[in-house]
């Protein structure tokens, strides 16, 4: 499913907090949006998702597929966040529901929005499992039963069991450690990419971002600073405010002799 | 590097919890020292018992089995020599510096509240003497006192607060800094700002030893002197920064490696 944001801005309490966004993400493309903590990162995809603020007031124009979501109606916005639009969140263990069970929460989606009868719903569940690399036992169990890579293997179950065609997946391995985070990286991408769907990948973290997308854009203060081929960007950075992203992403990676 | 004094020890460290089916065991058998002036690199995943060792050594858990001990005394108990020792010459920083702040409190009341406490407020000397301690130690974290001694937590960025929670284990003059995950809350850009207030502290005070806590071997390769990887609770590898960076012997810190790798 396309994206195409324009001219997209935010304001809350008349003060500013995204302005002038133009974005586009095309039909199976996944899309990077980069910046540092307080740029607007989550703000644009909260936006997309229908879900600011009440104090937030809303220009520009957001197309999600043929649906323009700013000043669309809750029950639009809804049936849009349900069917077609996956999200994988930040930190797995606030996302997911603590007193549902791992089965149940991945099967919620698939009961509030689609006219499937049980076991046609508990199949879907089971292949879905299966997909993230998890074991069908762990239906029964509850999120503090899991670790964090496990929790946010059944985010992202969740978020693509209503096999949506974008996915907005908001900095979804920070909370996790260095060799889980590559690994459910890897897992986003290979989902993504089989079912064919578009993704917005929002990280501050340009080693993260080379491995989940091809082409981004750096947000600085509330507006798109650079834009381009993650790797190009990466290779030979222009604008001040990626060539400080990316030389931190530099320092941090391991340098070996 | 002349390898500095012993300061803390661990021997034998052993942490069980639960009994019988949920039996557990966090920390098994594990050995570890630091010495003065050293940073040692604790690294590990998501539930390899970092956290859980890390709380022994402080002497904030008592460890199914094992002996710890700091400055030469033993740390057993709250009475013990060692414990008080502990309390009195190490400091803390945690991952969240917004949780860790007060968030009413200033900048400066917080850097403040530990020599306040030691010291007490009521001699104008010792006043000035923590003005211009807290001046000095915001300084060596590279923020500037005139801008930052006023400001409140929520008027800081992520790397900011960080940096004031590291200014502020200063304030004690501690023998060990303690940092459980400090860089995995915040941005790369402030990651790289605490890595560099962390180095500067070392060089302005050689003696302090310094515990990193990570998850993320590119992270700690600019500060550690030594590194000890930990998994499932017991250590895998051990030895100097730059043997375990490019001579790693087990599969697990090769995965690490592999992880932090671009």
Not at chain 1, 98 to 104: H, M, T
Not at chain 2, 38 to 51: D, E, F, R
Not at chain 2, 62 to 91: C, H, I, M, N, W
Not at chain 2, 221 to 245: F, M, P, T, Y
């Amino acid at each position: 499913m396309s994206v195409d944001v324009k001219r997209l801005g935010v304001c809350i309490n008349g003060k500013p907090i995204v302005r002038d966004i133009d974005l586009h993400i095309s039909d199976g493309e996944r899309v990077g949006l980069i910046g540092s903590s307080g740029s607007g990162k989550s703000m644009i995809s909260k936006a997309l998702l229908g879900l600011l603020p009440t104090n937030a007031q809303v220009s520009g124009s957001a197309m999600v597929g043929g649906i323009q979501v700013v000043e669309a109606s809750e029950p639009v916005l809804a049936s849009l966040r349900g069917r077609y639009v996956g999200t994988v969140f930040q930190n797995p263990a606030s996302s997911l529901n603590p007193v549902l069970s791992v089965g149940k929460q991945i099967e919620l989606p698939l009961k509030l929005h689609y006219d499937l009868d049980k076991v046609d719903r508990q199949a879907r569940v089971a292949r879905m499992l299966e997909k993230v690399g998890l074991d069908a036992t762990i239906a029964k169990k509850y999120p503090s039963e899991l670790s964090g890579g496990q929790q946010q293997r059944v985010g992202i179950a969740t978020a693509l069991i209503t096999s949506p065609r974008l996915i907005i997946a908001d900095e979804p391995t920070t909370a996790l450690d260095s060799i889980t985070q590559r690994r459910i990286v890897d897992l986003l991408v290979e989902l993504v990419d089989k079912a064919g769907a578009s993704m917005l990948f929002i990280t501050h973290d340009f080693s993260v971002l080379s491995c989940a997308t091809t082409r981004c854009y750096v947000l600085e203060c509330g507006q798109i600073a650079d834009s381009g081929q993650t790797a190009a960007l990466l290779a030979d950075p222009q604008a001040n405010s990626t060539r400080k992203l990316v030389d931190a992403a530099h320092e941090l990676t391991l340098q070996r002799k | 590097m002349t390898e500095g004094q012993i300061l803390l020890t661990g021997r034998g460290i052993q942490q069980v919890f639960g009994k019988g089916r949920g039996r557990q065991i966090a920390v098994d058998e594990v050995n570890i020292e630091v010495h003065s002036g050293q940073c040692l690199a604790l690294i590990g995943g998501s539930g390899s018992g970092k956290s859980t060792l890390m709380r022994i050594l402080l002497g904030l858990d008592k460890p199914t089995s094992g002996v710890v001990t700091f400055d030469g005394e033993l740390v057993e108990g709250r009475r013990s020599a060692g414990y008080q020792a502990l309390r009195r010459d190490s400091s803390l920083v945690f991952q969240n510096p917004f949780t860790s702040l007060d968030p009413r409190w200033t900048v400066f009341r917080s850097m403040a509240e530990p020599l306040n406490i030691r010291l007490g407020r009521h001699s104008r000397k010792n006043s000035l003497d923590i003005d211009r301690k807290t001046r000095e130690s915001l300084s060596l974290v590279g923020l500037d006192p005139a801008e930052f001694l006023e400001r409140y937590p929520a008027d800081l960025s992520g790397g900011q607060a960080q940096r004031v929670a590291v200014a502020r284990a200063l304030m004690t003059d501690p023998k060990l800094i303690v940092a459980d995950e400090p860089m995995s809350a915040v941005d790369v850009v402030a990651r790289l700002q605490i890595l560099e207030a962390l180095a500067a502290i070392r060089q302005a005070r050689p003696e302090t030893s310094v515990i990193v806590i990570s998850h993320d071997l590119g992270v700690v390769q600019r500060i550690a002197d030594r590194i000890v990887v930990l998994h499932e609770g017991k250590v895998v590898e051990s030895g100097s920064a730059n043997d375990v960076l490019n001579r790693p012997k087990a599969v697990y810190t090769r995965e690490l490696i592999a992880a932090a790798s671009l």
